[in-house]
């Protein structure tokens, strides 16, 4: 199983970017795929989640009104947009995914099975 993410770069304060993550290897029905972001010095911080089979969601607090996952069945790959970013914003972002949907779980990055590689994100102010 293999999770590409990819798009982040370098954009200024108010702009937007998004970021891919496609999966090869499996699919994840009868899970969910999430982002992740860890800022330097900083531990790893939930961003958002999404059940395959029906699209659910679920965000961290402090994104939810900024960003929004999606996802294209027929590509197996899960979107981050993210708009009216902030130098807070600033991180790698590491897509995961699990192959089950634990309801109460899925903020949790020990919830994940495979992690991608990371993009990074680098917002100017």
């Known amino acids: 199983v293999q999770l590409q993410a990819s798009g982040g770069g370098v954009v200024q304060s108010g702009g937007s970017l998004r970021l891919s993550c496609a999966a090869s290897g499996r699919t994840f029905s009868g899970g969910g795929m999430g982002w992740f972001r860890q800022a330097p010095g900083k531990e790893t911080e939930f961003v958002a989640a999404?059940?395959?089979?029906?699209?659910?969601?679920r965000y961290a607090d402090s994104m939810k009104n900024r960003f929004t996952i999606s996802r294209e069945r027929a590509k197996n790959t899960v979107y981050l947009q993210m708009n009216s970013l902030k130098p807070e914003d600033t991180a790698v972002y590491y897509c995961?995914?699990?192959?089950?949907?634990?309801?109460?779980?899925?903020?949790?990055?020990?919830?994940?099975?495979?992690w991608g590689q990371g993009t990074l994100v680098t917002v100017s102010s």
């Open positions: 999404m059940r395959w089979s029906d699209s659910n969601t």
């Open positions: 995961a995914a699990s192959v089950r949907w634990v309801v109460s779980r899925m903020r949790q990055a020990d919830t994940y099975d495979y």
